[in-house]
Protein backbone atom coordinates (compact mmCIF):
# COMPACT_ATOMS: atom_id res chain seq x y z
CA UNK A 1 0.00 0.00 0.00
CA UNK A 2 1.00 3.73 -0.42
CA UNK A 3 1.37 6.14 1.80
CA UNK A 4 0.28 9.93 1.92
CA UNK A 5 2.28 12.47 3.69
CA UNK A 6 -0.37 14.45 5.92
CA UNK A 7 2.13 16.88 6.95
CA UNK A 8 4.53 18.77 5.20
CA UNK A 9 8.01 16.86 5.85
CA UNK A 10 9.85 18.37 8.95
CA UNK A 11 6.78 19.70 10.56
CA UNK A 12 9.26 21.15 13.22
CA UNK A 13 7.62 20.62 16.30
CA UNK A 14 10.19 22.13 19.02
CA UNK A 15 13.18 23.72 17.62
CA UNK A 16 16.08 23.80 20.56
CA UNK A 17 13.84 21.87 23.37
CA UNK A 18 15.39 20.90 26.69
CA UNK A 19 14.03 20.26 30.01
CA UNK A 20 10.96 20.59 31.16
CA UNK A 21 9.28 21.56 27.39
CA UNK A 22 6.51 19.57 26.59
CA UNK A 23 4.51 20.33 23.18
CA UNK A 24 0.95 21.30 22.65
CA UNK A 25 -0.89 18.15 21.19
CA UNK A 26 -1.22 18.04 17.70
CA UNK A 27 -4.33 16.24 15.37
CA UNK A 28 -2.97 12.88 13.99
CA UNK A 29 -6.71 11.51 13.60
CA UNK A 30 -6.06 10.94 10.07
CA UNK A 31 -2.57 9.41 10.58
CA UNK A 32 -1.37 5.89 10.80
CA UNK A 33 2.05 6.56 11.28
CA UNK A 34 3.89 9.31 12.66
CA UNK A 35 7.79 9.49 12.66
CA UNK A 36 9.76 12.28 14.62
CA UNK A 37 13.54 12.76 13.94
CA UNK A 38 15.33 14.26 16.95
CA UNK A 39 18.44 16.28 16.80
CA UNK A 40 20.38 16.63 19.97
CA UNK A 41 23.07 19.04 20.50
CA UNK A 42 26.49 19.00 21.71
CA UNK A 43 25.60 19.66 25.56
CA UNK A 44 23.13 17.23 25.37
CA UNK A 45 24.16 14.55 28.38
CA UNK A 46 21.27 12.26 28.43
CA UNK A 47 17.46 11.36 29.18
CA UNK A 48 14.65 10.69 26.86
CA UNK A 49 12.73 12.82 23.88
CA UNK A 50 8.97 10.86 24.50
CA UNK A 51 6.83 10.18 21.27
CA UNK A 52 2.98 10.68 23.67
CA UNK A 53 -0.54 10.08 22.30
CA UNK A 54 -4.01 10.81 24.03
CA UNK A 55 -7.44 10.69 23.30
CA UNK A 56 -7.78 14.42 22.69
CA UNK A 57 -5.86 17.57 22.43
CA UNK A 58 -5.93 18.89 26.27
CA UNK A 59 -6.07 15.40 27.65
CA UNK A 60 -5.40 15.72 31.53
CA UNK A 61 -4.56 12.42 32.58
CA UNK A 62 -1.56 10.83 31.96
CA UNK A 63 -0.26 10.47 28.14
CA UNK A 64 0.80 7.29 26.80
CA UNK A 65 4.30 6.79 25.10
CA UNK A 66 4.20 5.53 22.02
CA UNK A 67 8.41 5.92 21.52
CA UNK A 68 11.46 6.95 22.99
CA UNK A 69 14.63 8.49 22.27
CA UNK A 70 17.58 8.61 24.63
CA UNK A 71 20.08 10.80 22.66
CA UNK A 72 24.02 11.48 22.96
CA UNK A 73 25.81 14.66 22.33
CA UNK A 74 26.07 15.49 18.19
CA UNK A 75 23.81 12.69 17.79
CA UNK A 76 20.53 11.93 15.66
CA UNK A 77 17.53 9.50 16.16
CA UNK A 78 13.87 8.49 14.65
CA UNK A 79 10.86 7.52 16.83
CA UNK A 80 7.89 5.61 14.93
CA UNK A 81 4.22 5.15 15.99
CA UNK A 82 2.74 2.74 14.01
CA UNK A 83 -0.45 2.86 15.75
CA UNK A 84 -3.40 3.49 13.64
CA UNK A 85 -5.49 4.52 15.45
CA UNK A 86 -3.85 7.70 16.98
CA UNK A 87 -5.51 11.17 17.46
CA UNK A 88 -3.43 13.44 18.86
CA UNK A 89 0.43 13.47 19.90
CA UNK A 90 2.70 15.52 21.87
CA UNK A 91 6.89 15.29 21.79
CA UNK A 92 8.05 15.30 25.63
CA UNK A 93 11.21 16.70 26.59
CA UNK A 94 11.50 17.05 30.18
CA UNK A 95 13.89 14.24 30.73
CA UNK A 96 16.41 15.83 28.64
CA UNK A 97 19.71 16.60 30.31
CA UNK A 98 22.52 19.02 29.48
CA UNK A 99 21.31 20.60 26.52
CA UNK A 100 18.60 21.16 23.55
CA UNK A 101 17.70 19.25 20.83
CA UNK A 102 15.27 19.80 17.70
CA UNK A 103 12.45 17.36 16.35
CA UNK A 104 10.76 16.87 13.01
CA UNK A 105 7.15 15.74 12.86
CA UNK A 106 5.75 13.95 9.65
CA UNK A 107 2.51 12.01 9.59
CA UNK A 108 1.51 9.36 7.67
CA UNK A 109 -1.55 7.85 6.03
CA UNK A 110 -2.17 4.42 3.62
CA UNK A 111 -3.82 5.55 0.73
Known amino acids: MAKRLLYSPYF?????????DV???IDVSNATEVTA???YDANVTG???LLQSAPE??????WATEASST???SSTDR???KDGVLLWV??????ITGGKAKVWLNAWTEI
Open 23 to 25: SSG
Open 71 to 73: GAA
Open 47 to 49: GPV
Open 79 to 81: MTA
Open 57 to 62: QNYAGT
Open 37 to 39: FVE
Open 12 to 20: IVFDGIQNP
Open 90 to 95: RIDASG
